[in-house]
C-alpha cells in the first residue's frame, strides 16, 4: 500500500512539473491579471512646511530664502538652519542641499554640515547629481550659461565652462570621466540644439546639431548618448555616430531611462487615454500600455512602474493598471516606494501605507 502510495505522489509530482515548466509563465502572468493592488494600511501625519517642501534622506526638507529645516516622517524637526543673508536659489540634489547667495553657493548635508564652493556669481539655473558629480547651470552676469560640475569631495573638476547658447540638459557618464550636455538657440525663428560629449578635462569628443525640435533630455548609457527630443529619439556612440532614431507622433508627458534594465519608458498624451511606449537600447518597442488620461507623470521603483496626476496614483501591472490611491482634496507633491511601502507628500501631510 506505501509502495502505490508513493508511486502516486511521484507520478503527482512530475505532472505538477510538466504542467508547471509547459504553461507556468501563463500560469503566473493569468493569476497576476487577476491582482487588485491598492494601498492599505494608511497612516496619516500632519507636517509643518515652509514654501518648498520634499523627500530628503528618509525625511522631508522644507525651506525658503531665509530657512532650511528637515524632519522625520514624523514630522519630529532633526535640525533647522537659518542664514541672516537671503538665498537667492535653493536646491536638492541626491543627499545634499545647495543655497545660492549673493557670490558662492554652500553645500548642506544631512547632518546640516556645510561646505562653501568656491565663488561663483550669477544665478542658479539648474542643479542636479549623478554618478557621485554634481553639476551646476549658472546664468552668469553676461546672460550666458556655464556649467560647475563638483565631485563627492565638493572639488570643483569643471568650473565656469562657457557656452553662448542657454544650456537645457546634462549627463554624467558613469564609464568615463566624461559628460553630455544639450544647448539650445533660436536663429532667425529657426530652433538650433546641439549635443556634446566632452571629457572632464574640457577636451571636446564630439558634437552635433539638431534643427526644427526641442531636446529635452540627454543621457549617458554605456558611453553612448540617448537624447529625447519633441519630435524624435535620438540614439548616438562614443563617437558621436547616430545609431538609430525613432519619430514621437504624440506630445510627451514624461519618460523614464533604466541603465540597469537597458529600457526606455516615454509617456505620451493620446486621444482619451494616454501611452506607455516601452524600448529597448536598440529603438525597438517592447510593450504598448494604455494609462487612464489622467496620470501624466511616470515613477519606476525597481520592477514596478507607477503613472500619477495631482490625486491619483496607477500601478501597472501584466497589461493592467490599477488606482491603488486617490485623494480628492489634496495635490500630490511627490511620493516615494521602497519594497511594498509607499510614502506620499502633500503641502501639509504625510501618508504612509503598504501596496497590497
Sequence with gaps: MKKYIRVIIICLIVIFGLVYFTYGKEILILIGEKRIYNVKNTQETDIYALEEYMF??????????????????????????????????????????????????????????????????????????????TYMIVRNESGNNSLYIINDSNDVIVENRGFDDKITGVSISDRSEGYSLITLRFDSGVVINTVYFNLLDDVELWKTTIENEILMKTQIVNNNVIVIGT??????????????????????????????????????????????????????????????????????????????????????????????YGDTESIIADFIVEGRDINILFKNKLVRGVIK
Aim: aromatic letters at 14%.
Design 231 to 324: 519630435n524624435n529619439i535620438y540614439y548616438y556612440n562614443l563617437n558621436g555616430k547616430l545609431m538609430w532614431k525613432n519619430s514621437i507622433f504624440n506630445k510627451i508627458l514624461d519618460y523614464e531611462i533604466k541603465k540597469d534594465e537597458q529600457k526606455l519608458f516615454m509617456l505620451l498624451e493620446k486621444d482619451g487615454y494616454n501611452e506607455l511606449i516601452t524600448y529597448n537600447f536598440e529603438g525597438k518597442v517592447l510593450e504598448i500600455n494604455k494609462i487612464p488620461s489622467g496620470a501624466q507623470s511616470l515613477k519606476i521603483y525597481g520592477n514596478k512602474i507607477f503613472a500619477y496626476s495631482n490625486n491619483s496614483i496607477y500601478l501597472l501591472h501584466n497589461n493592467k493598471v490599477d488606482k491603488i
Design 56 to 133: 530628503f534622506n528618509d525625511g522631508v526638507i522644507t525651506f525658503n530664502n531665509k530657512k532650511i529645516v528637515f524632519l522625520k516622517y514624523n514630522n519630529d524637526i532633526v535640525w533647522e538652519n537659518e542664514d541672516t543673508e537671503f538665498a537667492k536659489q535653493v536646491f536638492v540634489a541626491g543627499k545634499y542641499i545647495f543655497r545660492k547667495t549673493e557670490n558662492n553657493v554652500q553645500v548642506i548635508d544631512k547632518n546640516n554640515q556645510k561646505y562653501v564652493i568656491a565663488e561663483i556669481k550669477g544665478d542658479l539655473i539648474n542643479v542636479s547629481r549623478e554618478n557621485d558629480k
